[in-house]
Structures are given as C-alpha cells and as structure tokens.
C-alpha cells in the first residue's frame, strides 16, 4: 500500500513558476514508477509526465515538454513536478500517482495509487 500527498499548488501570473511536490508512505516506493495528471473543470484526466523508478527515465505530454520537469528524491519519498512558463490552459487540479509496472504507464487506468489532487490556478 502506498499513501501519497500532494503539495505545492496555488494561484500564479501565466508565465511564472510552480512546484509541486508528492510526498508518499508505505512500501518499496522507491520501486514505482510515478506519474503526475491533471484535470481541468469538464475534461478528463489527462497524463502530463511520468519518471521510472531510479529517475532514469522521464515521459512527458507534448503540451508540457520543455516547460516541466519531473524529477524524484527516492531517499525522501518524494517526486517533483517543476512547472515553468505557466500559461492560463495549465490551469488544472494535479494529482501524482504511483504504478506497480515495470515500464512507462500514460493512461491513468495503469496507476495503482492516486493522491488527493492540487489546485493550480494560473491567471492570465
């Protein structure tokens, strides 16, 4: 079992920056690989970045890449999601998520674990 918290989230100008942070208790974390998603009022869940379990390797959303950054510390549990060049279509609750597979997961249906979610607001 995996419990996992979002941080980090808030209201920003487009073009500023955010980080979030998804903190996680419980087993062998270090060993999953964990996703982050985000969901706008109306819309699906959508996959926005993913990294495996040693940080080795990075997936990202094309309407992210060069913008966000994923990133994860396994000696604090904790995987990051650097978000750059904010633009107002960001705007979304986020949640991480972690997946028991042995390879990269886009589609949420492949994550085991889901945190609460955060909201970022980005004003235009």
């Known amino acids: 079992q995996v419990q996992l918290v979002e941080s980090g989230g808030g209201l920003v100008q487009a073009g500023g920056s955010l980080r979030l942070s998804c903190a996680a208790s419980g087993r062998a974390f270090n060993y999953y690989y964990v996703g982050w998603f985000r969901q706008a009022p109306g819309k699906e869940r959508d996959f926005v970045a993913s990294?495996?379990?040693?940080?080795?390797?990075?997936r990202y959303a094309d309407s992210v890449k060069g913008r966000f950054t994923i990133s994860r510390d396994n000696a604090k549990n904790t995987v990051y999601l650097q978000m750059s060049t904010l633009k107002p279509e960001d705007t979304a609750v986020y949640f991480c998520?972690?997946?028991?597979?042995?390879?990269?997961?886009?589609?949420?249906?492949?994550?085991?674990?889901w945190g609460q979610g955060a909201q970022v607001t980005v004003s235009s």
């Open positions: 990294i495996s379990w040693n940080g080795g390797s990075s």
């Open positions: 998520a972690a997946s028991k597979a042995s390879g990269p997961v886009v589609g949420a249906g492949g994550y085991d674990y």
